[in-house]
Nanobody
Framework: QVQLVESGGGLVQAGGSLRLSCAAS????????MGWYRQAPGKQRELVAT???????NYAGSVKGRFTISRDNAKNTVYLQMNSLKPDDTAVYYC?????????????WGQGTQVTVSS
């Protein structure tokens, strides 16, 4: 099993910044990609950004240029620096770790951290 512990959420005014962290522990064999997803009330969970172990990143169009994902492989930790936040960014942000283990896809999720952006 893999445990993901998120931190860094909170309340911020529009235009402000927050940094989320997610530390992974446990059986990490096969885990390649880590990332962040978010779910706003009444909406489906959506991708925010992902990063592979080699540093290849992928961003949702709505956050490109404002958010930066990074990871520290030595610490098994992924970060999401969020700048120029907008009220539309308000959501519960979930950390994800996934990959292939013995030819099967595995995905793990954190418990979520609330990000609220006031206008």
């Amino acid at each position: 099993q893999v445990q993901l512990v998120e931190s860094g959420g909170g309340l911020v005014q529009a235009g402000g910044s927050l940094r989320l962290s997610c530390a992974a522990s446990g059986f990490l064999y096969g885990i390649n990609t880590m990332g962040w997803y978010r779910q706003a009330p009444g909406k489906q969970r959506e991708l925010v950004a992902t990063i592979t172990q080699s540093g290849i990143t992928n961003y949702a169009g709505s956050v490109k240029g404002r958010f930066t994902i990074s990871r520290d492989n030595a610490k098994n930790t992924v970060y999401l620096q969020m700048n120029s936040l907008k009220p539309d960014d308000t959501a519960v942000y979930y950390c994800n770790a996934g990959g292939l283990r013995f030819a099967s896809r595995v995905d793990y999720w954190g418990q979520g951290t609330q990000v609220t952006v006031s206008s």
